[in-house]
């Protein structure tokens, strides 16, 4: 631990006990303000999931390894547009600039897919669901933690990988955010 410094300071003392401490004006403008993000009002608290709401999540990640599969780009983005439009909301952005943007990624990553790219299919029975962000989120994952959604691609050697969270919003489950 460091019990002093010293430094040939000018209009300070030569030695400048620590911890320094100076109180340092800000102005509200700077205070620091939560971004304006949706999700955390809307979404429903969740204590406990039924079999009915594990069967919808299953549903969603079913959904976007269809779309991912058939590289559609519009279908993946409407399966995960609560999530893409909160975001932009979030980081004071477009809605639509954040939607071109995603679909210039996803567009980017089919480009550089060959077309030997596969879903590893995910067993059904070895899942689980993490409830996160004070019971806002439910986290869908494979045994062992890995993503709920997996793409091989046995030509590259690599594998694609997507996070499914999902929350009920309204009384309806969508995805709230992962990727």
Same mark, same amino acid.
């Given at each position: 631990?460091?019990?002093?410094? +010293?430094?040939?300071?000018? #209009?300070?003392?030569?030695?400048?006990?620590?911890?320094?401490? @100076? &109180?340092?004006?800000?102005?509200?403008?700077f205070?620091? @303000?939560?971004?304006?993000?949706?999700?955390?009002?809307?979404?429903?608290?969740?204590?406990?999931?039924? #079999?009915?709401? &594990?069967?919808?999540?299953?549903t969603?990640?079913?959904?976007?390894? @269809?779309?991912?599969?058939?590289?559609? *780009?519009?279908?993946?983005?409407?399966?995960?547009?609560?999530?893409?439009?909160?975001?932009?909301?979030?980081?004071?952005?477009?809605?639509?600039?954040?939607?071109?943007?995603?679909?210039?990624?996803?567009?980017?990553?089919?480009?550089?897919? +060959?077309?030997?790219i596969?879903? $590893?299919?995910?067993?059904?029975?070895?899942?689980?669901?993490?409830?996160?962000?004070?019971?806002?989120?439910?986290?869908?994952?494979? #045994?062992?933690?890995? #993503?709920?959604?997996?793409?091989?691609?046995? $030509? @590259?050697?690599?594998?694609?990988? *997507?996070?499914?969270?999902?929350? +009920?919003?309204?009384? &309806?489950?969508?995805?709230?955010?992962?990727?």
């Open positions: 631990m460091l019990a002093s410094f +010293s430094y040939p300071f000018q #209009e300070e003392p030569p030695v400048v006990p620590l911890p320094l401490k @100076k &109180k340092i004006p800000v102005a509200d403008e205070l620091i @303000k939560l971004p304006p993000a949706k999700l955390w009002t809307e979404a429903e608290t969740i204590n406990s999931l039924t #079999e009915e709401d &594990k069967q919808t999540i299953l969603l990640a079913d959904e976007v390894t @269809k779309a991912f599969a058939e590289k559609n *780009i519009t279908r993946l983005y409407e399966l995960m547009e609560y999530r893409y439009t909160d975001q932009a909301v979030a980081s004071y952005q477009s809605p639509e600039r954040i939607k071109e943007v995603v679909h210039t990624q996803f567009g980017w990553i089919f480009d550089k897919a +060959s077309d030997k596969m879903p $590893i299919p995910m067993d059904k029975e070895k899942v689980s669901f993490t409830l996160a962000a004070n019971n806002k989120l439910v986290l869908l994952h494979r #045994e062992g933690g890995g #993503e709920a959604v997996i793409f091989d691609d046995p $030509i @590259k050697k690599n594998e694609t990988s *997507i996070d499914i969270f999902a929350s +009920s919003i309204n009384g &309806k489950w969508c995805i709230t955010r992962g990727i």
